[in-house]
Nanobody, 127 residues
């Protein structure tokens, strides 16, 4: 079992920044590919960014490319999402997720690929 706890959400004006954190406990964090998803009201949960367990491979949705940065600290069992130049359309509940991976460069893009989820943290961007 892996327990994931997100933090760092909040209310910010358009153009501002937030840094989300996801603290992991339980099994070996460093062997899990990780990702951030978000879900806005009335919409499906969608990938924001993903990272391999080595940290060397990353993926970003087109909508956040150049504005968001995913990173991980395997020594601290923590996943991060630095969000800059926030827009009102970034408003959503943000979830971190973990998936077992056998290859250090692997990451996954679909919610069903992930085994463990956090409870979510609300990000609201005002215009």
């Amino acid at each position: 079992q892996v327990q994931l706890v997100e933090s760092g959400g909040g209310l910010v004006q358009a153009g501002g920044s937030l840094r989300l954190s996801c603290a992991a406990s339980g099994r070996t964090f460093s062997r899990y590919a990780m990702a951030w998803f978000r879900q806005a009201p009335g919409k499906e949960r969608a990938i924001v960014a993903a990272i391999s367990f080595s940290g060397r491979s990353t993926y970003y949705a087109d909508s956040v490319k150049g504005r968001f940065t995913i990173s991980r600290d395997n020594a601290e069992n923590t996943l991060y999402l630095q969000m800059n130049s926030l827009k009102p359309e970034d408003t959503a509940v943000y979830y971190c997720a973990a998936a077992q991976a056998s290859y250090s460069g692997s990451y996954f893009l679909r919610p069903l690929d992930y085994d463990y989820w956090g409870q979510g943290t609300q990000v609201t961007v005002s215009s």
